[in-house]
């Protein structure tokens, strides 16, 4: 028995005005997936997780997130954007930083209290990070950033996760309690969707592969979609041809 | 050395000028610390030119006591209209403030010259005069000291959260545009307070230099907050007090506003210094 639906594109477009910036986004990401979402710079990744969040709209098709509207679902859906678009002289400690995931059940007026610290301290826990929660924010290498704002989307305690690049100049340390900390995520009954340039990861670790570039070239298992004849499509001259011994996607 | 920090403000102007100026310290210290935050320093400088022509209507109007509602108009006008911008993210919005602070600051040149007494109250205007503070200048700023307070203590996780992750509250589901306006009110009302102790020009450095300095000394938030309405307060006293002993002491006149600025870059630049002599030690 298949477990249920989290996610659902349905035949999914997205323009910012007039400009159509990706079409015929199709398929499901159920409870317990990671899907990633694969493609060249500028297909879009990043225009489908900011449509998943309610923030860009969907121009045709729909967008189903949680059985609501991506707008309405936001509270049970944790993002998790690239470290380095965060001003790393910002005067906060980790700790702050992870305790902001609880901001939306404290609500409006309230100080944090003490489940919410804990909370807080479980998730920056869970990301190997639990001796870093003094020190500003700023003060951490790259990856461990990464790993903070994964622990404030955990301590908002998701049904449904979002990362954006989370793996970009990554450490291999980070990169690997940043997978552990999303599979278990997952088997706990979260969707997870991650869009990155890393193939080999994708194919590893994911239960579902997205390949866009301005639309849909596939959407389903890691054996289906990142097949020699889809991938030279998405990717178009970024694709190198090795003859009869495959095919070498760059990043760019 | 201690009678002239307490001495001076036996006499009852002194006094009323005493509390306003710790009162403003207190207050710009606190809000200033969410202007260099957010980097709204350019912002808060735009707001406190808007008012200026709601400050000159207001003393046309109705004398001294129109002061504060003329700048109250315009504060809550400009706030609103710039929050609005920032929002529509489509026009440049440094280009846009710049041309409305222009704007509304040369309006309020051309009403005011109209006006006999030009210069004098110009100098008025733009400088603040802390030793003619009455007990209701007093209770304005008082109210808005509080109501910051009351903002700051009840809002400041959210405000927070928009000025280090703005992409991520909205994407929480936060109204930013909401939180703008609230804190773009804020500090239109600081600037208001501070209209008449220190002028619209100098309470930019009220807001940004007690912030800047408390940044240099702690990485921590709540310190940062501590430590600049600290700033705030003494460097208000050590100006009144160093602004009154020059002149009726040394017969050497210092505008009181002006002196309370110049102790706080001072005590910035001593601060900058320190640092960087440590900085050099330490190699």
């Known amino acids: 028995m298949s477990r249920p639906a989290a996610i659902v594109f349905d035949q999914a477009s997205i323009a910012y005005g007039r400009v159509p ?20 710079n500028g297909a879009g990744k990043s225009t489908l997780i900011k449509a998943l969040l ?38 906060i400690s980790v700790a702050q930083v992870v305790l902001m995931g609880r901001y939306r059940r404290i609500g409006w007026l309230r100080p944090p209290g003490r489940a919410d610290r804990d909370a807080a301290a479980e998730a920056l826990a869970a990301v190997g990070l639990a001796h870093r929660a003094a020190d500003r924010f700023g003060t951490l290498s790259g990856g461990q950033r990464q790993r903070v704002l994964l622990a404030r989307a955990i301590a908002a305690q998701p049904e449904a996760l979002l990362l954006d690049e989370p793996f970009n100049g990554v450490d291999a340390v980070s990169q690997e309690a940043l997978l552990d900390t999303i599979k278990t995520l997952a088997a706990g009954g979260a969707a997870v969707v991650v869009s990155t340039h890393d193939l080999g990861l994708a194919q590893l670790t994911c239960d579902g592969i997205c390949l866009l570039n301005r639309h849909q070239f596939g959407f389903g298992p890691p054996a289906d979609v990142l097949t020699p004849d889809l991938l030279r499509a998405a990717y178009g001259g970024a694709a190198l041809e090795l003859g009869d011994r495959g095919l070498i996607v760059a990043r760019s | 050395m201690i009678d002239i920090l307490v001495t001076p403000f036996d006499r009852p102007y002194m006094t009323r000028a005493l509390v306003e100026a710790l009162l403003l310290g207190a207050l710009c210290g606190a809000v200033g610390v969410y202007v260099l935050l957010r980097r709204l320093a350019f912002l808060t400088d735009a707001v406190t030119h808007t008012v200026f022509p709601g400050v000159v209507v207001g003393f046309l109007v109705s004398g001294r006591s129109g002061i504060v509602p003329g700048a109250l108009v315009c504060a809550v006008a400009a706030a609103a209209l710039f ?26 040149v051309i009403l005011i010259s109209r006006q006999h007494s030009y210069t004098a109250d110009l100098t008025a205007f733009l400088f603040g005069h802390v030793l003619t503070i009455d007990t209701t200048d007093i209770v304005v700023t008082a109210a808005v000291t509080v109501l910051a307070g009351l903002v700051l203590l009840g809002l400041g996780k959210e405000l927070l959260l928009r000025a280090f992750d703005p992409e991520w509250a ?36 009220m807001l940004v230099v007690p912030a800047a300095a408390a940044r240099l000394l702690s990485e921590r938030l709540g310190v940062i907050v501590a430590v600049a309405v600290l700033v705030g307060m003494v460097g208000a006293w050590l100006g009144l007090a160093t602004s009154y002993e020059a002149s009726v002491g040394h017969d050497l006149r210092l505008a009181a506003g002006a002196t309370i600025v110049l102790v706080l870059v001072a005590f910035y630049a001593l601060v900058t210094l320190g640092q960087a002599t440590r900085r050099l030690v330490r190699r």
């Open chain 1, 21 to 40: 910036a990706l079409e015929q986004v199709h398929g499901t990401v159920r409870r317990g997936e990671i899907v990633a979402l694969v493609g060249p």
């Open chain 1, 54 to 91: 309610g923030l860009v709209p969907v121009a045709s098709g729909s967008i189903t997130v949680l059985g609501q509207a991506p707008a309405q679902a936001r509270r049970l859906v944790a993002y998790v954007p690239q470290a380095d678009t965060l001003d790393p002289d910002f005067p």
């Open chain 2, 170 to 205: 909205r994407a929480t589901g936060y109204r930013i545009t909401a939180l703008d306006l609230v804190s773009n009110m804020l500090i239109a009302l600081v600037v208001v307070a501070s209209v008449q102790a220190v002028g619209t020009v100098l309470v930019i450095a």
């Open chain 2, 83 to 108: 929050t609005a911008i920032a929002a529509t993210r489509r026009v440049n919005e440094d280009a846009t403030l710049a041309v409305l602070l222009t704007a509304f600051f040369a309006v309020g």
